[in-house]
């Protein structure tokens, strides 16, 4: 069964707007991260966000945790057109897994 | 640093025949990862290697997958005989530990290798 479901699956907004999406999970876990995939391209590490942790920025990014709800937010600030790519959630199988498991993503197009 | 480097970037075959991928990973990397990314889909592990072991094979399709890793360096990924559903994105990854040890568990991933089998 699926770990990490992001939401919506695909979202397009204009250049300089805010994006954001989220990630569901079905079990406990100590940390989430977000990556993103260019089209055509590998997954780039994007954030981690341990399960003691409610928030993190990293530049124009913002990643919300709230384990009682089990969800996760990735927020992009002022959007720009290259930040259209795909954007998954990866969780550990299991609260101490020793393997990650991917959403099936979001797509995100930015419009210039 | 290097990143992960994967060959070939694209292979096309006809169903019933085999075909190998390559990845070398992050130098000093001890854990690798082979996903298989169907267009539209999440990556999917197929398997885990930490250093020349495997920890997790579970997802890999046995009867026609087969993975090494030799001196727990480079690693390839067979499929004998493919069939028209392992037409995928083949994507391998690396990390510095394995992912119980906090902040080692970020994957630095390869551009992948798109396989089409006809």
Redesign the interface.
Known sequence: SQQGEEDPQALSIQEGENATMNCSYKTSIN?L?W?RQNS??????LI?IRSNEREKHSGRLRVTLDTSKKSSSLLITASRAADTASY?C?T?SSL??????????TRLSVLP | EAG?AQSPRYKIIEKRQSVAFWCNPISGHATL?W?QQIL??????LI?FQNNGV??DSQLPKDRFSAERLKGVDSTLKIQPAKLEDSAVY?C?SSLD???QG?K????????T?LSVL
């Open positions: 940390n991260q990556y055509g391209r590998g997954l780039v590490h981690l998954f990866a550990p101490y897994g020793q393997n990650f498991v991917f959403g099936p993503g | 992960v990862y996903y539209g889909q999440g990556p999917k592990l885990q920890v997790d994507l990854a394995h992912p119980r902040t568990n970020i994957q630095y991933f390869g551009a992948g798109r």
